[in-house]
């Protein structure tokens, strides 16, 4: 066996290092690009609870609503109780403004939501506990700190491009979501 990488067939030696070192991939780009690329899949799933919590803030107005001007809502405890669930769903709207914006404030405000969320064993423990993970891990902290959006700003060129499979599952959910709704009128 030979010591040598200029080897004949006969002297290959399969567990031999190669005689090029390695090199480390260089990443170019400025510090703020830097930034941005490594907390940008953790910022769009962070801006993605904000789409959560739209759905859910449409859900509960339209549950509101509908019973108040389609059934014609008269006692005073159904006209209470749908308000409660309308104001609900315009609170959820604006905090999932909030959190598309990377708002700190919405993540303070989702991280009660989420705590809440919790009690709804076995998936709504599990999904509201990785909101709560989004939301107050390191990167998340980041994602949603005043130094972030500075970055955000040098860096508006860089942007999360969503997959395919990722969007069409989101329609299916939406069509999900808008048949419930048709078959409760239907059945209501």
Known sequence: ????????????????APSTPFEPIEVEGTPAELI???????????KSI????????????VAAIVPAFVLGAQRAAEVQSLAVLGGVGVVMCVLATGLYRLQSWARYAAG?????????????TIINAYI?????????????????????AQTPHIKYKTSILVKILFVILLVVIGGMFVAMLLVG
């Open 1 to 16: 066996m030979g010591t040598s990488n200029d080897s004949t067939p006969d002297d290959y030696n399969p567990f031999q």
């Open 50 to 61: 904000g789409s959560l919590y739209v759905i859910g803030g449409i859900i509960c107005l």
């Open 112 to 124: 009660v939501f989420s705590g809440i969320g919790l009690l709804g064993f076995p998936i709504g």
């Open 132 to 152: 709560l993970y989004l939301l107050f891990s390191s990167k998340g902290a980041m994602v949603f700190s005043d130094e972030y959006h500075q970055v955000m």
């Open 36 to 46: 941005r690329r490594e907390h940008l899949s953790h910022e769009a799933s962070a």
